[in-house]
């Protein structure tokens, strides 16, 4: 069974940046559409961040110059680098991956999901 288990979530300042990763297991075949999601108390899940196994990226407008997505298919491992946080950032964040096909959106298709690591950023 495909796993994916988030690390890096933090709190932080405002400003200042976190890592998170996504580590897998399971796949026969690990180059599928992956992302990352966020919900915050109160909101809707929001696809943030997608990036397919050829390294091309799609982010929602609110992340934008901020966030970076990579995937490093070798080691099975998805990251996203979290630049300039910001309080509306807080949310608990989850990797993502789809069963098969290309990212058309940031709001991935999750056939799997990891369980989440918490970011908090403080004013």
């Known amino acids: 069974q495909v796993q994916l288990v988030e690390s890096g979530g933090g709190s932080v300042q405002a400003g200042g940046s976190l890592r998170l990763s996504c580590a897998a297991s399971?796949?026969?075949?690990?180059?599928?559409?992956m992302g990352w999601f966020r919900q915050a108390p109160g909101k809707s899940r929001e696809g943030v961040a997608a990036i397919n196994s050829d390294g091309s990226t799609i982010y929602a407008d609110s992340v934008k110059g901020r966030f970076t997505i990579s995937r490093d298919n070798a080691k099975w491992t998805l990251h996203l680098q979290m630049n300039s946080l910001k309080p509306e950032d807080t949310a608990m964040y989850y990797c993502?991956?789809?069963?098969?096909?290309?990212?058309?959106?940031?709001?991935?298709?999750?056939?799997?999901w990891g369980q989440g690591t918490q970011v908090t950023v403080s004013s």
């Open positions: 399971g796949y026969t075949y690990w180059r599928t559409c």
């Open positions: 993502a991956a789809a069963g098969r096909g290309r990212c058309s959106a940031p709001n991935i298709r999750g056939d799997f």
